[in-house]
């Protein structure tokens, strides 16, 4: 299987690009004119938002793993042209040249509400407010009304594998209550989860991804040897941030980093 992949340099792609080569898969990475290439990969050269880029990276590929996205920024109109112009750009070269291919959107658990009455579930009706998750949103509507073949993950507090998340985690929290819990998925379980998608398990379904124990911004905090004020009062919001995989569970993903405490004793933080 040839498998094209965006934001294979981000935080979740080169840790994602490395396990899906050693699955067997031929990886072909669209890159940047000018941007190294990692040894055993080939390079696309080309930009989801440089349309004319695209057609010669899809063409022949058996799926395509979109991880691309903005985000960590004030800017809201490159987060809305990145993540929705750009999936829309990716979208249409999929269509026009390799229409059978799998298409595998990376999402995001921020799309559902805070004052959600359970944990957030994918039948949810979803409408953010914030750029970041109102884009994705946007951008998982254009895949599911494109006639591809198609999957998204939404996927809640990535870690694991050096990636520093965890550590910059103190520095996000703000005044949030210590008692607020956060679903939370290993880098390893990522692997797991597009490697089902690529089989087709997920076919035409919106997947949430998450581990089996989600935890306190307290306990996070805490295990990025940081500290966090207590606090004792009422927490408004108790599913914020917190989403069901049993979808995920029935179609057969199990995780293998089922919590972080794991992930710490095995020293995959």
Not at 27 to 34: A, F, Q
Request: hydrophobic letters at 40%.
């Amino acid at each position: 299987m040839t498998i094209l992949i965006t934001g294979a340099t981000g935080l979740v792609g080169q840790r994602l690009t490395p396990r899906l080569r050693a699955a067997g898969h031929d990886c072909r990475l669209l890159l940047r004119p000018g941007k190294p290439c990692p040894e055993g990969f080939e390079a696309a050269r080309g930009d989801i938002l440089a349309p004319a880029t695209l057609a010669q990276a899809v063409r022949g590929v058996s799926a395509v793993v979109h991880l691309a996205a903005v985000f960590r920024t004030r800017d809201t109109d490159l987060i809305w042209k990145s993540n929705l112009e750009g999936t829309r750009n990716l979208i249409a070269a999929v269509q026009a040249h390799a229409p059978h291919a799998r298409f595998i959107l990376s999402s995001t658990s921020h799309v559902y509400a805070a004052d959600t009455p359970h944990p957030g579930r994918e039948s949810d009706p979803v409408e953010p407010k914030h750029a970041y998750p109102a884009s994705k949103v946007a951008a998982e509507t254009a895949l599911r009304e494109s006639g591809l073949t198609w999957s998204i993950l939404r996927f809640p507090f990535v870690y694991g594998d050096g990636d520093g998340h965890l550590e910059t985690l103190p520095g996000h929290v703000g005044d949030w209550h210590p008692a607020q819990r956060m679903s939370t998925v290993h880098h390893r379980d990522i692997a797991t989860a597009v490697s089902l998608a690529l089989e087709g398990r997920f076919d035409g379904r919106v997947v949430n991804i998450t581990d089996e124990a989600p935890l306190s911004v307290f306990e996070l905090v805490s295990l990025s040897g940081a500290t966090m004020e207590p606090k004792a009062g009422p927490l408004a919001n108790p599913w914020y941030l917190h989403v069901d995989g049993s979808l995920a569970r029935s179609l057969s993903f199990t995780p293998t980093v089922r919590t972080v405490h794991q992930a710490r004793q095995e020293g995959l933080l």
